[in-house]
């Protein structure tokens, strides 16, 4: 299991172009919205915690299908599944691993986003928060999609329209709990409801996980 | 009660069932359809604030709910499929789909025909309204799912699987947006008094309920039976049902 992660994460750094890809994505999506709403700074307080998660569930859309596609395309996915290690613990290694090597960079870079936009420090602290109980559900549900689509030629495309729909919540709820912050206001609730759909989707995925990627190998 | 339901999950038996329930469901449907219909929008009272134009109430109520009944239908048939391996529940999802689709565009369509003379504008990010579009880009992603694999049993698998997702998604999608519209704006704007319905309303109103249920049941079994055929081919009773056919347009 631990091999498993190991491997993972060597992997991960010795393509660094495909890790960093996403991420310049990320910031240069940000930085077309003050280009092209104007760059007044009430404006951009207004639309940033949108702004930061949509570039957020955008860029993770971009770089998702290096989680099982590389795995895939040589055959030691179909290994791991025969090593007799229970496909739903692999799984949810290969989904840690992406969630580390994808979005806490994208946390290292918060604050630059956050300047950009303009956001206040509660609102930064609120985005934090999101971002860190968020981000891994972005890793665990999106995996479900890139594990039904990883045997198709195009799943791209694909793969973004089977999940914008399912993160349509989180957004909600994130950018949500970040305008509570920018007034003063308590968003405890917000937070608490992203952690429970973390804890529903930490329990389920996995196995939603495993499941699809036996169908995708037929 | 598994010994009865088991042999369905024969596609030759699942076909004979379409073909019994059939005029079961047709009938009553356009019953229903034609009574309920021309009853709401030619018999029915006037409304006392909203005039005539409450009418598309007849129609945009039913399809709205079975919009969503059929998208809890389609995820029961991929549950179906997945404990039992039923091949013909995954051809009944996959025949629900378009038109629990074409339901949701339609509840869409005449809510904003409706929300234009009753709110002033077309679409208003309303939780309602948006909920319903997000279940449409369930169906679409649910379709799209499905269309891009060659293999259609393990399309159906993959479909269901992502229906599901869907349907875990759906109470969390209704409820987030609630929230969402009530931090965001003042509910004045798109609050909707709804008046507890007149019971001359009403009946039409149930009538036309039941008439688009068995609409949608009739138009999924037509798909059904289309789907089953399609993927039977080369099944001996599929040749012996065309040969059967044959034998009977030329007599």
């Known amino acids: 299991m631990g091999g498993v992660f190991k491997r993972d994460l060597a992997l991960a750094f010795r393509q660094k172009a495909e890790l960093v890809q996403p991420l310049m994505f990320l910031v240069m999506v940000v930085t077309l919205f003050p280009l092209g709403v104007g760059p007044g700074p009430v404006t951009l307080q207004l639309i940033g915690p949108g702004v930061i998660w949509i570039a957020a569930i955008l860029s993770s859309l971009m770089g998702m299908e290096r989680l099982f596609r590389d795995d895939f395309a040589d055959g030691s996915l179909e290994q791991l599944q025969l090593s007799g290690l229970p496909l739903y613990a692999v799984a949810a290694m290969k989904v840690l691993c992406h969630w580390l090597v994808t979005f806490i960079p994208l946390l290292i870079l918060s604050p630059l986003l956050a300047m950009f936009l303009n956001l206040t420090v509660d609102m930064y602290i609120a985005l934090v928060i999101t971002l860190l109980l968020g981000t891994p559900l972005l890793s665990l549900v999106g995996a479900i999609a890139v594990g039904l689509t990883v045997g198709l030629q195009r799943g791209g495309v694909l793969l973004a329209l089977l999940l914008i729909p399912v993160f349509i919540p989180l957004l909600i709820f994130a950018t949500s709990a970040v305008d509570a912050a920018a007034l003063q206001l308590p968003y405890r609730a917000q937070i608490a409801i992203i952690g429970a759909m973390l804890l529903i989707a930490m329990a389920l995925a996995p196995a939603a996980i495993a499941y699809s990627l036996k169908v995708s190998q037929n | ?251």
């Not at chain 2, 909707?192 to 609409?215: C, H, Q, R, V, Y």
């Open chain 2, 1 to 251: 009660m598994w010994k009865w339901l088991h042999p369905y999950a024969k596609p030759e038996r699942a076909y004979q069932l379409c073909n019994t329930l059939l005029p079961w469901f047709a009938l009553p449907a356009v019953v229903c359809l034609v009574v309920g219909t021309m009853w709401g929008l030619a018999y029915a009272p006037q409304d006392y604030q909203q005039g005539d134009s409450f009418r598309i109430i007849y129609i945009h109520v039913p399809s709205a709910m079975l919009s969503m009944s059929t998208y809890v239908a389609m995820a029961i048939a991929a549950l179906v499929g997945m404990v039992w391996q039923w091949r013909t529940a995954y051809m009944a999802m996959i025949a629900m789909a378009p038109v629990g689709a074409v339901m949701t565009f339609i509840a869409l369509l005449t809510g904003a025909a409706w929300g234009k003379p009753m709110w002033g504008a077309w679409w208003v990010w309303d939780a309602r309204l948006t909920s319903e579009l997000i279940l449409l880009f369930l169906y679409f992603g649910v379709i799209a799912l499905y269309s891009a694999f060659e293999d259609k049993q393990q399309a159906g698998k993959a479909a269901g699987v992502m229906a599901l997702v869907g349907v875990v998604n759906i109470p969390i999608i209704h409820y987030s947006v609630e929230w969402w519209n009530t931090l965001h704006q003042g509910s004045t704007i798109t609050k909707f008094d709804k008046p507890s319905i007149a019971t001359e309303m009403l009946w039409p109103l149930l009538l036309n309920i039941f008439g688009f249920a068995l609409f949608i049941a009739l138009v999924t079994t037509m798909r059904l039976k289309n789907e089953i055929i399609r993927r039977e081919m080369h099944r001996p009773w599929v040749q012996m049902l065309v040969k059967q056919k044959e034998t009977n347009d030329a007599v």
